[in-house]
T-cell receptor, first 111, second 113 residues
Framework: GQQLNQSPQSMFIQEGEDVSMNCTSS?????WLWYKQDPGEGPVLLIA?????ELTSNGRLTAQFGITRKDSFLNISASIPSDVGIYFC???????????FGGGTRLMVKP | NAGVTQTPKFRILKIGQSMTLQCAQD?????MYWYRQDPGMGLKLIYY???????DKGEVPNGYNVSRSTTEDFPLRLELAAPSQTSVYFC????????????FGPGTRLTVL
């Protein structure tokens, strides 16, 4: 089946630093999504991307849909302690009704 | 709106026991999904439904059953619990028009001993 490789697996950064994470696939996706999961909670949608090359922001978060349709990037600027959590990418290939999820990036922020 | 609700929040089962995980949504979403999340891993789709009376298998359906008698409810049944089913289970829902944008419940943490 389709797989999404998400990196890095974990990050430990200082408050105020910028963060970058990415997701790559061997196959093409037509939609890319980024979710955040707080400890003990379900994932919450942060950003949805629908067109190759699209760059979308949500506050301090910016995500891009790669031109090749095989990757996506999420950047967080000026990190704060509440950014702590697990960030998941997900892709949809328009073949069926299923999303494919990456393994997640665990972000830890030191105040 | 309560969104997607799940019960119970935690459960411990013995091997061979059965249980039903409840999921309900009040957003009138057509599509509903069940995922499992193993420690340190992403989400894997167990079953999904595109409307009342219609269900289909996801990536990891073995050992589970679902039903969708109403738009609001989508219970997940474990018939013979096994240690491999120890996981956190998430229910999600979405509109037909934007099925990519799934809204998740808070999860049920299940341990099978």
């Amino acid at each position: 089946g389709q797989q999404l490789n998400q990196s890095p697996q974990s990050m430990f950064i200082q408050e105020g630093e910028d963060v970058s994470m990415n997701c790559t696939s061997s196959s093409i996706f037509n939609t890319w999504l980024w979710y955040k999961q707080d400890p003990g909670e379900g994932p919450v949608l942060l950003i949805a991307l629908y067109k190759a090359g699209e760059l979308t922001s949500n506050g301090r978060l910016t995500a891009q849909f790669g031109i090749t349709r095989k990757d996506s990037f999420l950047n967080i600027s000026a990190s704060i302690p509440s950014d702590v959590g697990i960030y998941f990418c997900a892709g949809h290939a328009n073949a069926g009704n299923m999303l494919t999820f990456g393994g997640g990036t665990r972000l830890m922020v030191k105040p | 709106n309560a969104g997607v609700t799940q019960t119970p929040k935690f459960r411990i089962l013995k091997i061979g026991q059965s249980m039903t995980l409840q999921c309900a949504q009040d957003m009138n979403h057509n599509y509903m999904y069940w995922y499992r999340q193993d420690p340190g891993m992403g989400l894997k789709l167990i079953y999904y439904s595109v409307g009342a009376g219609i269900t289909d298998k996801g990536e990891v359906p073995n050992g589970y059953n679902v039903s969708r008698s109403t738009t609001e409810d989508f219970p997940l049944r474990l018939e013979l619990a096994a240690p491999s089913q120890t996981s956190v289970y998430f229910c999600a829902s979405s509109y037909r028009e934007s099925l990519n944008e799934q809204f998740f419940g808070p999860g049920t943490r299940l341990t099978v001993l």
